[in-house]
Each structure stands twice: as C-alpha cells, then as structure tokens.
C-alpha cells in the first residue's frame, strides 16, 4: 500500500497549484490533506469520502482549495486557487482504511504519503 503525492512547487501569491496523490494497493474509505510548515504542527487541510461525494475544509483554505478525486485511477486531487504565503508548507495526502467519523485529527489516518513542498513567494 503506497500514497504518492505529487505537483508541489514555487508559486506567487494568487496562483494556483494542483496536488495530485496516487494511492496503490487498495482504496480507502477517506482520503484527505494536510500540511505542515517549518516550526508548526502538522494541520488538516481537507478531506473526501471515497463512496460519495462528501468534502469538508478547514477554515483557512474553504473557498480556496477543492478536493475531488477519481475513483477509476484511485486518485485525489487538491485544486489550490489564490495562494498565499501563509500557504507554503509541505503538503500530504493521507488515508483512513475505515471511516473513524473523524477527520481532522492526523492521528486517524492510517497511510501517509511522502509530502510534497508548496512555497507561495509574496
């Protein structure tokens, strides 16, 4: 079982970046991101139900990001619109083998990827 995140890069405050995480091996009942920047704790972002169309955001990217995902590739996008410098951070997909109703917590999350650098330059 494997996540791979990818599309992390440099971009100016405004733009947008598009994540993608290639999940291997098996799908997963929740999909989601979160992001960690230097001297932070590690924070959710978002995350999809993989049966149904069911996202949810935290406060700071809602209306921003969207998250969609192709069942088909077993892919999970995030769509990063009108970025911000207080957005750069390593980005990770992560995976709940079984939905624990719980989202934001890291510590339900069973399968991380590797994290991919997000740096938005002001």
């Known amino acids: 079982v494997q996540l791979q995140a990818s599309g992390g890069g440099l971009v100016q405050a405004g733009g947008s970046l598009r994540l993608s995480c290639a999940a291997s091996g098996r799908t997963f009942s929740v999909m989601g991101w979160f992001r960690q920047a230097p001297g932070k704790e590690r924070e959710f972002v978002s995350r999809i139900l993989w049966s149904y169309t069911s996202t949810y955001y935290s406060d700071s990217v809602k209306g921003r990001f969207t998250i969609s995902r192709d069942n088909a590739k077993n892919m999970v996008y995030l769509q990063m619109n009108s970025l911000r410098p207080e957005d750069t951070a390593v980005y990770y997909c992560?995976?709940?083998?079984?939905?624990?109703?719980?989202?934001?917590?890291?510590?339900?999350?069973?399968?991380w990827g590797q994290g991919t650098q997000v740096t938005v330059s002001s």
């Open positions: 992560a995976a709940q083998s079984a939905d624990s109703k719980r989202y934001t917590s890291d510590l339900m999350y069973d399968y």
